[in-house]
């Protein structure tokens, strides 16, 4: 069973689509399932679960079921009780205002801080009587904790690197850590591919599910950090890492899922579908390295996949529906990248043209003539039809016509342009 566990705190980052993508294909590829758990137990909400899962959807990234993390909360809670009857867990009435400075302090020094372990033997009075809030802490595991990464290896956490870690919270809420080790148990989860930032939670997880007495393996894959253009561990704050950010800026699905699935991995080919990426996809030869995100990659592969859209679908692509505005946009994928750039394009062809410039007078004369036209089949007819009417040649026929028609001095060759057009000549020179 794979999954992917989205929480609904920002946008969606292009480091979550990549996991979710790759836990996806790995589902596929092994005939498993492969469900999403909406991680919606934190009241600190940013994002509805439906703007997750209409990316999903956009990307062709299909699941088995959807849970919700909130739906288990009566199981944190239970299982939290458990572990406090068979002693594995305690109550802590430290102040954590005090833990939070000496986690400050350590941090300053550099340190790891560690829980010191103040509460954990407390005798039963002490507990009752104290009126301070308290929390719930596990105790510290009491052996090493290892477990298998498909990229990184067989990973060993000494039990002294893990301190007796917090389950539920001060008002009661179980934390990440140990809602996820109860969630991935009770959803049979046996693969876990997610973003190396998670790493130092595994042994903690691993260490709630063994105190609970569950030791079904979880394969993991701990995904390579993704870095932007300046080094930097890529963070929600820069645009490109947000996925709604790229799909605004006309980046289509099929080359962001190209773009990840070539991110840090040699693949049999540059270019490529999902599909195609089914056949081959090796999640084993994925770089243990850090990633650097470039867009100007992404562009390039979006360029590439934009032509291998049909002319229907990119007609869609760019708002609109029919198959000559398709190929207008395939005229103008030759120099844009985007589908937003394609779209303004063809929208500008529809939009009031510029009359102030350089041959206004010319265009004003053009489009009354054209005004009073019939249709002409051919370019060539076109063209002597308004040469006859006007007596304008050379550039001054061409140059307000093309803004007439294209809303710039540069546009696609207009022999060309012409039959795609010819349908719309009223409306685009109105
Ligand atoms: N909700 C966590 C996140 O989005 C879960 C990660 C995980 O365990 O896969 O980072």
Redesign the pocket.
């Known amino acids: 069973m794979f999954r992917f ?3 609904l705190t920002g946008d969606m980052h292009i480091g ?1 689509l990549r ?1 979710a993508l790759f836990n996806y294909i790995c589902a596929k590829q092994q005939n498993d399932k492969f469900i999403v758990r909406i ?1 919606d137990i934190y009241k600190k909400r940013n994002i509805e679960d439906k703007d997750i899962l209409n990316i999903l959807t956009i990307f062709g990234i299909t699941y088995d079921h959807v849970y919700y993390q909130s739906d288990n909360f009566k199981y944190h809670l239970q299982f939290a009780s458990t572990l406090l009857d068979e002693k594995k867990a305690f109550m802590c009435f430290c102040n954590t205002y005090e833990l939070e400075a000496k986690k400050e302090l350590a941090k300053q020094e550099k340190s790891a801080y560690k829980y010191d372990g103040t509460c954990e033997n407390l005798n039963r009075d002490d507990i009752i009587e104290s009126t301070k809030p308290s929390v719930i802490r596990i105790k510290k595991p009491r052996v090493d904790i290892s477990f298998s990464d498909t990229i990184k290896g067989n990973l060993t956490f000494l039990k002294d690197s893990i301190d007796s870690f917090i389950i539920l919270r001060v008002d009661k809420y179980p934390t ?1 850590n140990f809602a ?1 080790a109860i969630d991935d148990m009770l959803q049979g989860v046996t693969y ?1 591919i ?2 190396e930032d ?1 790493l130092s939670n595994t042994p903690k997880q691993e260490h709630v599910r063994h105190s609970l007495g569950y030791n079904e393996k979880i394969q993991y894959v701990h995904l390579p950090i993704i870095l932007n253009s300046t080094g930097k561990k890529m963070i929600k704050e820069d645009d490109v890492s947000r996925v709604q950010w790229l799909l605004d800026q006309g980046y289509i699905p099929e080359a962001i899922i190209n773009y990840l699935i070539l991110l840090g991995n040699k693949t049999p080919k540059e270019i490529f579908t999902l599909s195609e990426a089914l056949e081959w996809f090796d999640i084993k030869i994925i770089s243990k390295l850090p990633v650097k995100f470039d867009l100007d990659k992404l562009k390039f592969l979006n360029k590439e996949h934009i032509k291998l859209l049909s002319d229907e679908e990119l007609a869609k692509r760019v708002g609109y529906s029919s198959k000559n505005i398709g190929k207008i946009a395939k005229l103008y994928a030759k120099e844009k990248s985007t589908t937003f750039e394609i779209k303004q394009k063809i929208d500008a062809l529809f939009a009031k043209k510029k009359t102030d410039g350089k041959y206004s007078e010319n265009l004003a004369v053009l489009k009354n003539i054209i005004k009073d036209s019939p249709q002409f089949e051919e370019f060539d007819e076109f063209k002597r039809h308004l040469m006859q009417k006007s007596g304008f040649k050379g550039k001054f026929l061409f140059k307000p016509l093309e803004i007439l028609l294209t809303n710039s001095e540069n546009g696609p060759e207009l022999a060309v342009l012409y039959p795609l057009i010819k349908n719309y000549i009223k409306e685009i020179t109105q």
């Open positions: 566990a989205p929480s979550d996991a991680e990440y996820c876990v997610r973003e998670h």
